[in-house]
């Protein structure tokens, strides 16, 4: 399997590009995030993915490693293929999509033309664990009040508590109970400690 490409860039369009490597021309499938990235007519690495299907073969190009997993996660949803992944990445970010899904933002998802609601929940249930695991995305951080986990942490630093240990224990209460206000917080940490 062709895993990256080290070449120069010969041709540099919105979609596609073609990297010269030892005078074999290579043409890679790109979203228009790694199209804004990529310098012109330079040498370049590009991480790739290769995608077969019965009637073809297309090599797909990715400015960072990053994007060519969120790449491959998105493909292995059942409805989404590689255009549509193609699509996603080039209407979003991977730190975006990354936040999109970890969050559960459906409307965000389904925003990408070709993305209805039940592809969307489907990206979200099949990815979410997947996402948060590989990428360490705190999931707290995720919460509408992680600015009172911020303020309860710094309330129980003045009391004399570990941050550590308090900063676990906020966690697991901002994830059990999300719309806890900061008192509600600071009252379940100080019963725990």
Known sequence: MITQIRGRLVEKNPTDVVVDCSGVGYLLHISLNTYAALPEGENVVLYTHLSVREDAHTLFGFISKTERAIFKFLISVSGVGPSIARTMLSSMTSEEIQQAIASENVAVIQSVKGIGAKTAQRVIVDLKDKIVKTFDIDEVSLSPSNTNKGEA???????????????????AIV?????????????????SL
Do not use: M
Not at 155 to 169: C, H, I, N, P, T
Not at 178 to 191: S, V
């Open 153 to 171: 942490l710094s309330a129980l630093e003045v009391l004399g508590f570990q941050r550590k240990q308090s900063d676990k224990l906020v966690a």
């Open 175 to 191: 994830k059990e109970y999300p719309n806890a206000t900061l008192e509600q917080i600071i009252k379940l940490a100080l019963k």
